[in-house]
């Protein structure tokens, strides 16, 4: 025992000692000196070195209050190893004496720590618990507004409808009885890889109901309609992706549903499904039959890389579903993120949605294009992409895309001014034309990965001169922001913060970054007293590192000279799951993630040591199933990148700040006020060195998916890496029903009714990304039937 705190002694030392001298807590070097010497008396045989110790545990609890108050997650790597120590040491002192009842007392000490431990956690945890809950909002006409497409008993379009509110009228299924929700289907996509082990899955998939029909699509973009009330499968239609066009992910987030104008709904195609494929196609098929829709392009597929050049297999490939505008199909593409300067372009198109011929494509660089590139000819290469969902205003004709950055994140110095101008913005686009309307820009050149990963979701917000039409655009910096979407107007306050301007590329920094005053999800700048671990000796290293990093705060630059911490990372704040509006209650629902990156920015030559290529090069065509960043080429710069995503310890696979790392969050729409927080997520499959804790405990876990609300003030959710939906009184923010899932719900649920009864479906499909469980089952559940 006495070698045992010796060694960590010596540990605490050295390593207290190195962080002390870079400006860090000196608490670890002098605990470290006197676990040393306790150690070497207990090895000596004298019972002064179990007192010492105790002394220490006693000493180190006064500072862990001092420095973490009652945050239970920040005590537990100050406090739990300390006390385990404590509990052998006392059970060691009785050796080391003849006293009569030494081994009570030794039993008694040991025991008495246990105790309060367990009452104090118990204490801590009490005084540390959320907030209660804010009274929801008074319900009102001015909050509501007409839906463009209300879903009603169906889920026509991804987000529910092109308004993308995710909100459902159905009130079948409320708190008082969701306690009841059975599984009462299941069904199979049936395209799991072989090799699990070294899959890139990561479905993300929400189906649609249109009817009589729940049409989804797989991981590998094979099509499926199931019935609505048994899951059955009634056809299923296979585009054929060859796996070398997997990009970063096989997902596929949804498809589209279009019915013709004036067309029979008896004949061919009157009702189509339309998909974006891997490989950058666009496929439609029948709704009843699922045969493709000969008259639509050839054989019922157009091909978007026409006029991109030369296109590497994975580097484009739409993963998003298109959103259909007054009969124009609107369509982005992801372009694989941190390969090549010179990468494909991120040019938006358009497509007839009967014919499926080419209307427009925007390329911002060549604004006066009229048709596709012929021959020698390109869209203009690099340039900012939209890769995740649009929404639609068919009344204004309008369609507004969340867009990313230009080929290449954590480099900006070959931009052009119009790549600066639209990158990392929300564009209206004129679904006539093609051509922009109005652009509303989060981040000024964006070397943080900052791109718009959520789809806007479209209001009439309640204003004092009455209800305007509006667009609410949440962000991975988690600002949210509210728009009149007819100009792109701020509705709500929006402000500017002070940023750092150093980093590789000072004079292309900016010394100001818009906020919005409305409402954050984010929290504030991270400190030393914020690092995390499973004990004193990893939490300490997580403060040298932090200590070493370039950090001064929200948008720190990355660097090549060290590490730079990203906060938060480029998961969120809010992603591509999106937020959901209750827009009778006027509460918006938005779950988001809480970590940051830790990023290097790695010189060409040593990159190119390294091996790091680009896809279009020697790298065998494969990107790995590690967190994306991880030794991106940005061939074409001067630097590669390498992200640490989430900021983990190598040995243990923990994270370095501490949790919740994902929550779950109700905010007023009126006021942008919180009603309520909560840490979205359990421990119960995460622990060190991947091993499952097994822990039913709330901890706020990563999260990736978005939720649903419905009138019966319920929020539907998975998303956490803990494998469970739950469902959340929206009242309350408390959790009142949950069931485990057979693979990751990194997906967004959806909800509807047929024949009278309310369903709520999810796909678990996992993700390799968020390291869940890969699955292909689409699971229904409902309230049990009245015989």
């Not at 987000?159 to 059975?182: D, H």
């Not at 066009?245 to 029979?264: D, F, H, K, L, N």
């Not at 358009?350 to 869209?379: C, K, S």
């Not at 992603?575 to 990156?597: E, F, K, L, S, T």
Request: aromatic content about 8%.
């Amino acid at each position: 025992m006495g070698a045992l705190l010796a060694l960590i002694g010596l540990v605490l030392t050295l390593g207290g000692g190195w962080l002390t001298i870079l400006g860090g807590s000196p608490y670890y070097v002098v605990t470290g000196l006197a676990m040393v010497v306790a150690g070497v008396l207990l090895f000596r045989g004298s019972l002064l070195g179990g007192w010492l110790y105790a002394a220490i545990v006693v000493a180190t609890a006064i500072w862990a209050f001092w420095e973490s108050g009652a945050n239970i997650w920040a005590l537990i790597p100050r406090l739990f190893g300390p006390l385990v120590l404590l509990v052998l040491v006392a059970l060691v002192m009785p050796t080391l004496t003849r006293r009569p009842g030494r081994w009570k007392a030794g039993l008694g000490s040991a025991a008495a720590v246990l105790l309060v431990a367990v009452l104090g956690g118990a204490v801590v945890a009490q005084v540390g618990a959320p907030a209660a809950a804010l009274p929801l909002p008074a319900a009102g006409p001015s909050v509501a507004g007409a839906d463009p497409l209300a879903t009603g008993t169906d889920w026509p379009a991804y987000g529910g409808t092109y308004g993308a509110r995710r909100y459902s009228p159905l009130a079948q299924i409320t708190p008082a009885n969701v306690g009841s929700l059975e599984r009462v289907w299941l069904a199979h996509t049936r395209d799991l890889p072989e090799d699990l082990a070294h899959n890139k899955y990561g479905a993300e998939t929400t189906p649609l109901k249109v009817g009589n029909r729940l049409y989804l699509c797989s991981a590998t973009n094979i099509l499926i309609a199931l019935d609505p009330g048994t899951g059955r499968e009634l056809w299923r239609f296979d585009p054929k992706v060859p796996d070398a066009y997997i990009p970063y992910t096989a997902a596929c987030r949804s498809v589209a549903y279009y019915a013709v104008p004036g067309a029979e709904q008896t004949a061919t195609c009157a009702t189509r499904i339309l998909e974006g494929t891997l490989d950058g196609r666009i496929v439609a098929v029948d709704a009843n039959t699922g045969r493709p829709c000969t008259g639509f392009g050839t054989n019922g597929q157009v091909d978007i890389k026409r006029g991109m050049g030369p296109v590497t297999p994975g580097m484009v490939a739409i993963t998003s579903p298109p959103t259909i505008v007054r009969g124009v199909i609107v369509t982005g593409h992801q372009v694989l993120d941190g390969q090549e300067r010179r990468a494909p372009s991120g040019v938006i198109q358009g497509y007839d949605a009967v014919t499926g011929e080419f209307r427009w494509a925007w390329d911002m660089l060549r604004p006066d294009r009229q048709g596709i590139p012929g021959p020698g000819d390109e869209y203009s290469r690099g340039t900012p992409n939209m890769w995740t969902t649009a929404s639609g205003d068919e009344a204004l004709g309008l369609v507004y895309l969340p867009m990313g950055n230009s080929a290449v994140d954590y480099w900006s110095g070959s931009r052009t001014p119009v790549e600066d101008f639209f990158a990392t913005s929300l564009v209206a686009l004129d679904v006539t034309t093609g051509r922009p309307r109005w652009r509303f820009q989060l981040v000024h050149h964006d070397v943080w990965d900052y791109d718009l990963g959520a789809q806007g979701t479209l209001i009439d917000f309640p204003t004092a001169g009455g209800a305007v039409p509006a667009i609410v655009v949440p962000s991975k910096q988690g600002d949210i922001y509210v728009l009149d979407r007819r100009t792109g107007r701020p509705l709500t306050q929006t402000g500017r913060i002070p940023v750092p301007t150093t980093g590789v590329e000072p004079r292309r920094r900016v010394d100001s970054q818009p906020v919005s005053l409305y409402h954050t999800l984010r929290k504030d700048n991270l400190t030393e007293r914020d690092m995390w671990g499973m004990s004193p000796i990893d939490q300490m290293v997580c403060r040298i590192q932090f200590r070493r990093a370039a950090y001064k705060g929200f948008y720190t630059p990355p660097s090549d000279e060290q590490r730079s911490i990203e906060y938060p990372g480029y998961n969120g704040g809010t992603d591509w799951g999106g937020i959901a509006i209750d827009p009778v209650r006027g509460v918006i629902v938005a779950n988001y993630n809480d970590m940051p990156n830790y990023v290097r920015l790695v010189p060409r030559a040593v990159a190119d040591k390294k091996g790091w290529a680009p896809r279009s090069q020697a790298r065998g065509g494969d990107m790995g199933s590690g967190a994306e960043g991880a030794g991106d080429p940005q061939a074409g710069t001067p630097f590669a990148v390498d992200v640490n995503a989430g900021w983990r310890l190598p040995f243990t696979g923990l994270l370095c700040k501490q949790p919740p790392y994902g929550g779950i969050r109700a905010i007023d729409l009126r006021s942008g006020k919180t009603l309520w927080d909560r840490p979205l997520g359990t421990a119960r499959t995460n622990g060190p060195f991947g091993i499952p804790s097994g822990l039913p405990v709330t901890i706020g876990t990563p999260n990736n998916g978005g939720s649903v609300v419905t009138a019966g003030g319920l929020v539907f959710i998975a998303a956490a890496t803990d494998n469970l939906i739950r469902a959340i009184d929206l009242k309350t923010g408390k959790v009142v029903w949950q069931d485990v899932l057979p693979a990751g719900g990194q997906a967004t649920p959806m909800t509807y009714a047929y024949n009278g009864r309310q369903y709520l479906v999810i796909m678990t499909g996992g993700h390799h990304f968020m390291e869940t469980k890969v699955g292909d089952q689409v699971i229904a559940y409902a309230l049990p039937q009245r015989r």
